[in-house]
């Protein structure tokens, strides 16, 4: 007897963040119902997408080798007699042979795709400020001009990654031909005032969680910043150039941009500008039409991926001033020395509670020997780079 694979691979920017926190965050629970997670955490998940894209890993990376690690992934799932979830958002983006090949790898389970999508009018802000996330410095109305005016042979490289991210329909072309149009499930992102439940109870529809009852206060989603944050990020990127991605990822990325700036940020949220419109409510209908003839199953409303009958409006990044962007770098800059103090200050408070307690502690260390390792241990907390 063999079990079932959801293998969610996408889209970016469509609730993929938080649907994986709660998967993980909750995989005892849903093991509990006979659904299995496997690998330890989403980085597992992320190196077996790298490995089915063949993307080119940076030799000095310390996350772990790529080649690999989809099969490790899919041996677990194949060999599963129950439900597995495989999830990473990038693997919408393979191409053809590249979708064959993990299709056959999960065999003989039975695979179902799952595919998260929403609006454009959304879509195009968020996707472009997650490529200053990852080092691009290109201006919103340039990358625009990339993604939306420029023809695919001559698009850049983040603009030609947006579209085989993004070509909805392509997309569930290519795996509906392996799998399947009754096997492909496209969930729609319901709009922000649903609350994040909403595209929760969706997604569990598909893989047959629908009964499992979880907790999602904690659950983390992928918080956008305001349009003077990433204005100031995307200088930022001009000023650093092109750090190796798993190093921007950590630092950039995941400390700065994840953290310092999306707890500081609160400016207006990026819109679309008046004269891309159109082109969004035309795309949206033609989306939306080519949908319908595909036979995939569709859960939520396609109608969530329509342009909005009025768009909202705020400043461009190129309304940014320089003082504005000052501003914020010296609440980064100033927020960063206060916490480093704070961290010092408790360092130093541990150190004396580990002199204090030293003298009684050695004297259960048989050696010299380690009474002196034990020392250098003592000493070493509190130290800026213990």
């Not at 595919?115 to 990852?134: C, F, I, N």
């Not at 340039?142 to 329909?169: E, G």
């Not at 704070?342 to 360092?347: F, K």
Request: charged share 25%; glycine share 6%; with cysteine.
């Amino acid at each position: 007897m063999t079990g079932k694979v959801f293998l969610h691979i996408g889209e970016p920017k469509c609730g993929t963040t938080f649907l994986q926190d709660v998967l993980f965050r909750h995989r005892d629970a849903l093991a509990a119902h006979h659904i299995t997670i496997p690998g330890v955490d989403i980085s597992d998940h992320y190196r077996a997408a790298q490995d089915v894209l063949e993307a080119t890993q940076d030799p000095d990376d310390p996350g772990g080798l790529w080649a690999g690690s989809w099969e490790a992934l899919a041996k677990v799932a194949r060999t599963n007699k129950d439900t597995s979830i495989i999830t990473h958002e990038l693997i919408c983006g393979a191409n053809d042979a590249q979708a064959a090949r993990a299709i056959a790898s999960l065999q003989p389970a039975e695979v179902h795709v799952v595919l998260t999508a929403r609006d454009l009018a959304g879509l195009l802000p968020a996707e472009w400020q997650e490529t200053v996330k990852h080092r691009n410095s290109r201006t919103w109305e340039q990358w625009l001009v990339d993604v939306i005016d420029t023809p695919p042979r001559r698009r850049r490289l983040r603009a030609r990654w947006f579209w085989s991210a993004h070509s909805t329909v392509a997309i569930l072309q290519r795996w509906a031909a392996l799998v399947g149009p009754e096997r492909v499930h496209l969930v729609t992102v319901p709009p922000s005032s649903a609350g994040p439940d909403v595209l929760w109870h969706r997604f569990a529809q598909v893989i047959g969680a629908g009964d499992v009852e979880l907790a999602l206060d904690e659950v983390r989603s992928n918080q956008s910043l305001g349009v003077v944050e990433v204005e100031m990020l995307r200088r930022l990127n001009e000023r650093v150039g092109e750090l190796p991605l798993w190093f921007y990822a950590r630092n950039v990325k995941g400390n700065l941009a994840h953290g310092l700036l999306a707890e500081l940020s609160r400016g207006e949220k990026l819109q679309i500008p008046v004269d891309r419109q159109e082109w969004v409510r035309t795309r949206s209908r033609q989306r939306i039409r080519r949908i319908k003839s595909l036979g995939v199953d569709v859960v939520g409303d396609l109608g969530e991926l329509a342009a909005p009958k009025e768009f909202r409006t705020s400043r461009q990044p190129s309304d940014v001033t320089d003082d504005e962007v000052l501003t914020v770098a010296l609440d980064v800059l100033g927020t960063t020395i206060e916490r480093r103090y704070e961290r010092a200050v408790e360092r130093s408070r541990m150190r004396l509670v580990a002199r204090h307690a030293a003298p009684r502690f050695l004297r259960y260390v048989p050696t010299k020997a380690g009474r002196d390792v034990a020392w250098r241990m003592v000493h070493k907390i509190g130290r800026p780079d213990a």
